[in-house]
């Protein structure tokens, strides 16, 4: 293993020399994603000799805002939206200059029912979400199951929610600790459609509670194996009470923050810098890049395990498969709607589900299943600017623009591995279609069109965020989600740190800190905090 660091570069930060074998670090964090980053900072400020290596050219991973259209003052947060899961403790414990906006709205579900355009509306406001769903089903019943069934994933959140950033439960642990056993039967036992089937009768209700359980999760309501329960669990998890706000000047404010904790806590970070590769004895490592060979006791990866493998030169695990359709575009004004019952920037202020009925999903997994683009894609849609006016420019605020990003659901990345990019048109094409159908006029007479003269619109497949990201298959989370407990057979006392807090690899001193850990996925820095504490224990 090489020697000490030089002293110029711990003080500075500085690049060394290509080649150059560089000295010892307590923790060399392989990825500046926002994990890595809650990670670098949590070790920093305990006193740990800290380097990230990030491959891109900027920290923040998938958490970044961009300015996408030339032309136009307006950041995007390009490929993760909304923040649910982030705990205020990792806030807290870093001292972020970091906030959130709750959204006014819910969701908003268009459809038609006998020729007649109406919608579901879930406001705050409860006295006028009871009218909406009498609107829409003529009686009081879905909402008083909806409140029901609400209530009890509110209860599983306040229970579960705390429990990730500490030591993993067993099963019969967090069992005893919800406390519900028909919560527990119904979100961790049998499959959601049944529980969803029980508590409600309208198609569109039963599609816009399922929603949750799809996101980047190409499944369907009565899978066995319950990947659309972990799914579901994480998304009603968020913050204890489930609620998914929006990130107060883009979602890049929040790795922003985060990079400016961890320098200030003493952490270096280098960009424009790969890691090609990692050894280790299972006491101490080495990290290769191109600008150096960086040795340490622990190596924290904030990358996938199937990109962790090929570091190590070991066999990969099976590949993931992402599935979704990621869209960003700029909107001169937002688009009148054929429900005239409801305001655009009301039904736009939530997220806006397109084609989400009950059946409409299932008909839309059944053909993608079997290699189809959807006849009738389903999407949601969410217009950051409603809530958040600071990431536009003061004059296209003023004018009315606004930024708006939709997530295509069931596309998985098995659908573009032919023929991409007109595979990738179409899908867009058909998707903006059924959007259309519940509009008073098309949205492409609202895009707004950039410097260049083309319409401010940018649609990204699973391969393309695979390859812009590094991310296995597109898969959002990197490998599949799993219940956040470990085995009832594994004797606590007797486990490391590592598997005790669910950041564990094959090599004692490797640690996953990425969204392929345990209650990894989604933006919440859990993981980085868990890989953190782990490698503290040491």
């Given at each position: 293993?090489?020697?000490?660091?030089?002293?110029a570069a711990?003080?500075t930060?500085?690049r060394?020399p290509a080649g150059?074998?560089v000295?010892a670090?307590d923790?060399?964090?392989?990825g500046g994603g926002?994990?890595?980053?809650?990670a670098a900072?949590?070790?920093?400020r305990?006193?740990?000799r800290v380097?990230?290596?990030?491959?891109?050219?900027?920290?923040?991973?998938?958490?970044?805002?961009?300015r996408l259209?030339?032309?136009?003052?307006a950041r995007v947060?390009r490929?993760?939206?909304?923040?649910g899961?982030l705990?205020q403790k990792?806030?807290?414990?870093l001292?972020?200059?970091f906030t959130v906006?709750?959204?006014a709205v819910s969701?908003y579900s268009p459809t038609?029912?006998?020729?007649?355009?109406?919608g579901?509306?879930v406001e705050?406001d409860?006295?006028?979400?009871?009218?909406?769903f009498a609107?829409l089903t003529g009686s009081d019943?879905?909402f008083?199951?909806?409140q029901r069934f609400?209530?009890m994933t509110?209860h599983?959140?306040?229970r579960v929610?705390?429990t990730l950033?500490?030591?993993l439960p067993?099963?019969a642990?967090?069992?005893?600790?919800?406390d519900d056993r028909?919560?527990w039967?119904?979100?961790?036992?049998?499959?959601?459609?049944?529980a969803i089937?029980?508590?409600?009768d309208d198609d569109l209700v039963r599609?816009t509670?399922?929603t949750?359980?799809?996101?980047?999760?190409?499944?369907?309501a009565h899978?066995?194996?319950?990947?659309?329960?972990?799914?579901?669990?994480y998304?009603?998890?968020?913050?204890?009470?489930?609620?998914?706000?929006?990130p107060v000047?883009?979602m890049?404010?929040l790795t922003d923050?985060?990079?400016?904790?961890?320098r200030s806590?003493?952490?270096?970070i280098?960009?424009?810098?790969?890691a090609?590769?990692?050894?280790?004895d299972?006491?101490?490592a080495?990290?290769?890049s191109?600008q150096?060979?960086?040795?340490?006791r622990h190596?924290l990866?904030n990358?996938?395990?199937?990109?962790?493998a090929?570091?190590l030169?070991?066999?990969?695990p099976?590949?993931a498969?992402g599935?979704?359709?990621?869209?960003n575009?700029?909107?001169r004004r937002?688009?009148r709607?054929?429900?005239?019952?409801v305001?655009?920037?009301?039904?736009?202020?939530g997220?806006f589900?397109?084609?989400?009925?009950?059946?409409?999903?299932?008909?839309?997994?059944r053909?993608?299943s079997?290699?189809r683009?959807?006849?009738?894609p389903?999407?949601e849609i969410?217009?950051?600017s409603?809530?958040d006016?600071?990431?536009?420019?003061?004059?296209?605020?003023?004018?009315?623009?606004?930024?708006l990003?939709?997530f295509?659901?069931h596309?998985p990345?098995?659908?573009?591995?032919t023929?991409?990019?007109?595979?990738?048109?179409?899908?867009?094409?058909?998707?903006?279609?059924?959007?259309?159908?519940?509009?008073?006029?098309?949205?492409?007479?609202?895009?707004?069109?950039?410097?260049d003269?083309?319409?401010c619109?940018?649609?990204?497949?699973?391969l393309?965020?695979?390859?812009?990201?590094g991310l296995?298959g597109?898969?959002i989370?990197h490998?599949?989600?799993e219940f956040p407990y470990r085995d009832?057979?594994d004797?606590g006392d007797?486990l490391?740190a590592?598997a005790?807090?669910g950041?564990?690899?094959?090599?004692?001193?490797?640690?996953?800190?990425?969204?392929?850990a345990?209650r990894?996925?989604l933006?919440s820095g859990?993981?980085?905090?868990?890989?953190?504490?782990?490698?503290l224990?040491?």
């Open positions: 293993m090489p020697g000490t660091i030089p002293d711990h003080r930060g500085a060394p150059q074998a000295g670090y923790a060399v964090i392989v926002h994990n890595g980053l809650v900072a949590y070790l920093a305990a006193g740990r380097i990230v290596l990030e491959r891109l050219g900027r920290t923040g991973g998938a958490a970044v805002s961009t259209f030339p032309g136009f003052d947060s490929y993760a939206y909304l923040v899961l705990p990792i806030v807290k414990d001292g972020l200059r906006r709750r959204r969701s038609a029912r006998a020729g007649r355009p109406t579901l509306l705050r409860q006295s006028r979400t009871r009218a909406s609107r019943k879905e008083d199951s909806w609400h209530g509110r599983v959140a306040e929610f705390p950033t500490e030591p067993t099963r642990g967090l069992r005893a600790r919800i028909a919560a039967e119904a979100l961790f036992e049998r499959p959601l459609g049944e089937e029980a508590a409600f599609g509670m399922l949750d359980a799809l996101v980047g999760t190409f499944t369907h899978d066995t194996t319950l990947r659309q329960n972990r799914c579901f669990l998304h009603v998890i968020g913050g204890g009470t489930g609620d998914w706000n929006v000047g883009g890049g404010a923050a985060l990079a400016d904790a961890a806590a003493g952490a270096h280098l960009t424009e810098c790969e090609t590769h990692i050894a280790t299972g006491h101490t080495e990290v290769t191109p150096g060979t960086f040795a340490a190596v990866v990358a996938s395990p199937h990109e962790l090929r570091l030169g070991e066999p990969p099976p590949a498969e599935s979704q359709l990621k869209v575009m700029l909107l937002l688009p709607l054929r429900d005239t019952a305001e655009p920037h009301t039904a736009f202020s997220t589900h397109i084609s989400e009925g009950y059946e409409e999903l299932e008909t839309a997994y053909q993608a079997i290699g683009i959807p006849s009738a389903p999407s969410y217009c950051h409603l809530t006016p600071s990431v536009l420019g003061t004059a296209l605020a003023r004018e009315g623009y606004h930024t990003t939709l295509g659901l596309t990345s098995r659908l573009f591995t023929d991409h990019d007109a595979t990738r048109e179409r899908l867009l094409r058909a998707t903006l279609e059924q959007l259309d159908s519940h509009l008073a006029e098309p949205l492409a007479d609202c895009l707004a069109v950039d410097s003269g083309r319409p619109i940018e649609a990204k497949s699973p393309d965020l695979e390859g812009e990201l296995p597109g898969n989370f490998s599949a989600l009832d057979t004797n007797e490391s590592a005790r807090w950041v564990e690899t094959a090599h004692p001193n490797i640690l996953l800190c990425g969204s392929g345990a990894g996925g933006v859990i993981p980085g905090h868990n890989a953190a504490m782990a490698a224990s040491h």
